[in-house]
């Protein structure tokens, strides 16, 4: 079993930051893919941006790529999810999912993840 536990939300301005952080506990996932993913009011989960432990490769959405950046430290088994530039339609529960198939390349759709944090409110005000 892993748990998975994220920080870092809040409320801020649009065009700030926030560092969104995901510590990760419980059996071995050095190979797993970690993703982070933003559920809306009324809208599905989506894909935000993702990685692997063991790779260097990143993924982001589109709404994300030039203003999201993930990263992990693998020392202290933590995902974290800089988001720079952040618009009113950021607001959302943003989620850390961990997926523990072995492939090239990483999942876009949140049923392929196994294990799930509570998430963390992010609010952007205009």
């Known amino acids: 079993q892993v748990q998975l536990v994220e920080s870092g939300g809040g409320l801020v301005q649009a065009g700030g930051s926030l560092r969104l952080s995901c510590a990760a506990s419980?059996?071995?996932?050095?190979?797993?893919?970690m993703a982070w993913f933003r559920q809306a009011p009324g809208k599905e989960r989506e894909f935000v941006s993702g990685?692997?432990?063991?790779?260097?490769?990143?993924y982001y959405a589109d709404s994300a790529k030039g203003r999201f950046t993930i990263s992990t430290d693998n020392a202290k088994n933590t995902v974290f999810l800089q988001m720079n530039s952040l618009k009113p339609e950021d607001t959302a529960v943003y989620y850390c999912?961990?997926?523990?198939?072995?492939?090239?390349?990483?999942?876009?759709?949140?049923?392929?993840?196994?294990?799930w944090g509570q998430g963390t409110q992010v609010t952007v005000s205009s």
């Open positions: 999912g961990a997926d523990r198939r072995m492939y090239v390349g990483i999942s876009w759709d949140p049923r392929e993840y196994d294990y």
């Open positions: 990685i692997r432990w063991t790779g260097s490769r990143t």
């Open positions: 419980g059996r071995a996932f050095s190979g797993y893919a």
